[in-house]
């Protein structure tokens, strides 16, 4: 069975950073990509970042692009979202996600960020 | 980007009922349409993937669709565990985009 566990959020202040991170297990990491989806409160979802499997394709919304980096690591079978110079308009629960196939297969439990003064 | 629209936004139904969303795209996106379902506090699961597919474990009530960039999802007898957002997704380009989410509450 496939797990994906995230950590790493909390309460930041606007303008400050924060790093999340995605333990995966009951999957060969390394051959998935992987994503981040984030949820406002009581809002839809919103597809943030993409990662391939080799890190060699990146991709951003244009709502975090210059701000958040996504990264990986395969040999600790986990997923990295750096986020900088985060706003109130960042708070939301993060969920990392792999994708197989161009669809959002297996998803974590999410970590709420909540960025306030 | 690629705008989904969903549509009806909420809609209330009773157990066995026949129920439908539909989602809409702004430009063609073949059938790299998702459906997934969220209850209150939890994270979405997948259910259905290139618009009629169903993700495995799923049942055979939950049904997909097509025609043009108009895509439909039907559960075709309501069950009381199906009370739940829905949401459709394109992964046609990047951004990936999701539909605004329909509400399937209990009438």
């Known amino acids: 069975e496939v797990q994906l566990v995230e950590s790493g959020g909390g309460l930041v202040q606007p303008g400050g950073s924060l790093r999340l991170s995605c333990a995966a297990s009951?999957?060969?990491?390394?051959?998935?990509?992987m994503n981040w989806v984030r949820q406002a409160p009581g809002k839809g979802l919103e597809w943030i970042s993409y990662i391939d499997s080799s890190s060699s394709s990146i991709y951003y919304a244009d709502s975090v692009k210059g701000r958040f980096t996504i990264s990986r690591d395969n040999a600790k079978n986990s997923l990295y979202l750096q986020m900088n110079s985060l706003t109130a308009e960042d708070t939301a629960v993060y969920y990392c996600a792999n994708s197989g196939n161009s669809r959002l297969d297996s998803w974590g439990q999410g970590t709420l960020v909540t960025v306030s003064s | 980007d690629i705008q989904m629209t969903q549509s009806p936004s909420s809609l209330s139904a009773s157990v066995g009922d026949r129920v439908t969303i539909t989602c809409r795209a702004s430009?063609?996106?073949?059938?790299?349409l998702n459906w997934y379902q969220q209850k209150p506090g939890k994270a979405p699961k997948l259910l259905m993937y290139l618009a009629s597919s169903l993700q495995s474990g799923v049942p055979s009530r939950f049904s997909g669709s097509r025609s043009g960039t108009d895509f439909i999802l039907t559960i075709s007898s309501l069950q009381s565990e199906d009370f739940a957002t829905y949401y459709c997704q394109q992964s046609s380009s990047i951004p990936w985009t999701f539909g605004q989410g329909t509400k399937v509450e209990m009438k």
């Open positions: 009951g999957l060969t990491f390394s051959k998935y990509n």
């Open positions: 430009q063609s996106i073949s059938s790299y």
